[in-house]
């Protein structure tokens, strides 16, 4: 994908479920969606919108489409992460990190696994 978009809340808790599910109708994703559940047509528009933003597309099986993403989850991830270093903190990861560290009062032993495994990711 060139260039991915920022997606709304709306449209990300869809996409969540569009993941986990891997292949569904809009109906399967009402399904997914605790009470009080949103109309069927607005699900369908966020649904349309997702493929407008490349997000997913469809199979049509008569008048039903079944949905599944284009988009991995782990490349929005990575995009989301990076918008969120640029937006946030500077560009650094080293900031995000000691925020993170800061925020979530990680202990040395945690700290240390966390190093341990970006070492080994990289």
């Not at 109309?39 to 099986?61: C, D, M, Q, W």
Request: with cysteine; proline share 2%.
């Amino acid at each position: 994908m060139d260039k991915l978009k920022r997606l709304t809340k709306a449209e990300e808790e869809i996409m969540q479920i569009i993941w986990r599910l891997e292949r569904c109708t809009v109906s399967d994703i009402l399904d997914d969606i605790g009470d009080p559940k949103p109309p069927h047509s607005s699900i369908s528009s966020i649904v349309r919108i997702l493929e407008k933003k490349g997000f997913v597309n469809h199979k049509a099986f008569g008048r039903t489409h079944e949905y599944f993403h284009v988009v991995a989850k782990s490349e929005y991830s990575k995009f989301t992460l990076k918008k969120m270093v640029g937006d946030y903190f500077d560009g650094s990861v080293n900031n995000l990190v000691s925020f993170i560290v800061e925020e979530n009062d990680l202990s040395v032993k945690e700290i240390g696994e966390l190093l341990e495994k970006l070492s080994k990711e990289k």
